[in-house]
């Protein structure tokens, strides 16, 4: 009699869609199902999402991706969670219903909020306690914003009626019951990205909650990112959810890097470099945020450097969507290889501001260098730079943080899938790039973290064993010559400082056109459209 092949889960709740992957004990991926969700634009530099919405696509992807291999829940021995992180969600307790839409990490129209909280301080006010500067990104100052829309809002949520939560916490309360006895806990990387928790000790801080207006009794358990939470009673029930991770840690767990020193970068709509720096708090004075790297079950935290880059990818969906010059995502490369080099032009895509080493909110997107030479070859060769020129800003601020240079870079993500892109980043860089054969790490952390805290899989170095190379890119000869491009690339930065302060003032625009978010539906992963 055969024995029936066990599973992890993982659920992969990211900005644009929703996937659910199921993993064997090899670390392989065994099925796939994922939905899009729409991203709402009710006003410039507002990015909403309909919790709602997302909750029914986890209701579809998870049983799909159990019928693709004709799985049962038994077969399921856990069921871990990454997500999109920072992005807040308000909900009553009572009813499930989300009090007001989403409100998504690259959402700006917390700006105010932030200046009234940096005051005469500055950005760095909560800094010391969470390790991070005052910035929109963080939630934070969306439950702040969002409570002080409505004083009948905020009566309700500090009597304890209105429950916060970043994805992964709406959704484990959901699957474990919602309104009848849903769970209501986070998991310390999530946490340690509301700005809201203590980075030490791993509390949420009554005194940033008390400066920031948000009442502590809306708050959920902050619990470590691999343990059992508790079982499913809803879609799939009597699964263990039993890890919860921000996607980008997932990534970094996923690509198993688990020793201080050891880098991944993801390349997705943003992207975003995690350096693993061991059990100590690190500090950032060049740029870089400091954050939770995982923590499993009662060992010690560990901790990371992560350079944020807000636009990249979408760089991408807007040469597609709004110049129209491909038609997919992958054409670009084509495009690009039409050219040897970008002809002096290049392009900073600072469409809501620069995220990090900048963090400047105030700059706008420049082109610079355009001469009569240049076609749209150079300019899809400028797209691709952009991405790479900003790797190397994150990389050096991270360099002179941890004060030792990064000597290779893992990659994941959407944008890996092109050769040119990632050659460039290793010349660029000067060290090799290089890509698993898994590149679904963002779920295969969240699996991984749930695996073991069951004990599917005994240990990190077994899972070390499972990463196997699929791709690498050393730095090409005489690629040092590149450092020129470099310090334009520099000077093309500081062109767009000071922009919307400067001048008239104009909006903030959302940062990918609402047209590019009309495909709601479902779809199987495919290469980046
Ligand atoms: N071949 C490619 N070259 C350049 N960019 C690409 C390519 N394929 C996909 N992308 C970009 O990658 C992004 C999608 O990657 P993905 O990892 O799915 O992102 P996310 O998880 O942020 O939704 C899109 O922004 C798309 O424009
Ligand atoms: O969902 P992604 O992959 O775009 O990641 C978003 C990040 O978690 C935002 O901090």
């Not at 909560?126 to 990104?137: E, I, S």
């Not at 980043?425 to 991984?448: F, I, Q």
Request: aromatic content about 8%.
């Amino acid at each position: 009699m055969s024995v029936a092949e066990r599973y992890v889960a993982a659920i992969d709740q990211g900005t644009t869609s929703t996937r659910c992957i199921l993993f064997d004990a090899a670390g392989r991926l065994a099925s796939v199902a994922q939905r899009e969700h729409r991203q709402h634009y009710r006003r410039p530099g507002w990015v909403e999402h309909d919790a709602a919405e997302i909750w029914r696509n986890v209701g579809r992807v998870l049983p799909e991706a159990l019928a693709d291999v004709g799985a049962t829940a038994d077969q399921v021995v856990a069921l871990g969670i990454a997500n999109q992180r920072e992005t807040t969600v308000l909900w009553d307790r009572r009813t499930g219903e989300p009090v007001a839409p989403a409100v998504v990490w690259q959402d700006v129209r917390t700006q105010q909020v932030i200046e009234r909280l940096a005051g005469d301080v500055g950005v760095d006010r909560f800094a010391d306690v969470c390790g991070l500067p005052l910035l929109t990104y963080f939630s934070g100052p969306k439950i702040a914003w969002l409570l002080e829309q409505d004083p009948s809002l905020r009566e309700r949520a500090e009597r304890g009626d209105v429950l916060f939560g970043t994805m992964e916490t709406w959704l484990v309360w959901n699957l474990t019951g919602g309104p009848d006895g849903g769970i209501h806990v986070t998991d310390v990387t999530n946490a340690s990205r509301t700005m809201l928790m203590d980075l030490r000790s791993l509390e949420w801080s009554p005194e940033v909650c008390a400066a920031m207006g948000v009442p502590m009794a809306l708050l959920p358990q902050i619990r470590s990112s691999s343990e059992v939470y508790g079982e499913t009673t809803t879609v799939v029930p009597g699964v263990r959810i039993a890890a919860a991770m921000g996607d980008q840690q997932a990534a970094l767990f996923g690509q198993t890097c688990f020793s201080p020193g050891e880098a991944k970068c993801t390349y997705g709509t943003g992207s975003f470099v995690l350096l693993h720096t061991g059990s100590e708090l690190p500090r950032s004075t060049h740029g870089m945020l400091s954050t939770v790297a995982y923590k499993l079950g009662d060992e010690p935290v560990q901790y990371a450097l992560e350079g944020a880059i807000a636009v990249t990818g979408s760089l991408v969906q807007w040469f597609r969507d709004n110049l129209g010059l491909i038609s997919s995502a992958p054409e670009i490369e084509t495009l690009a290889l039409t050219v040897s080099d970008a002809g002096g032009c290049f392009i900073v895509p600072a469409f809501s501001g620069l995220f990090a080493p900048h963090w400047r909110p105030e700059a706008r997107g420049v082109v610079v260098g355009l001469t009569s030479y240049i076609t749209k070859g150079h300019l899809a060769r400028a797209v691709l730079e952009a991405t790479a020129w900003q790797t190397r800003d994150v990389v050096d601020a991270m360099d002179a943080d941890s004060g030792v240079a990064l000597t290779a870079l893992k990659v994941d993500g959407g944008m890996t899938s092109n050769n040119l892109l990632m050659q460039t980043v290793a010349d660029v860089l000067g060290v090799p790039v290089v890509r698993p054969m898994v590149s679904e790490t963002v779920s295969l952390g969240a699996a991984y973290a749930a695996g073991l805290a069951v004990g599917y899989w005994p240990d990190l170095q077994g899972l070390r064993r499972n990463w196997h190379r699929a791709g690498r890119w050393l730095p090409a000869e005489g690629s040092d010559r590149r450092q020129g491009d470099y310090e334009d690339w520099g000077r093309a930065v500081q062109h767009t400082f000071g922009w919307a302060t400067s001048g008239r003032a104009r909006p903030v625009p959302a940062q990918v056109p609402p047209e590019a978010a009309l495909a709601a539906g479902r779809r199987r992963p495919q290469a980046g459209r």
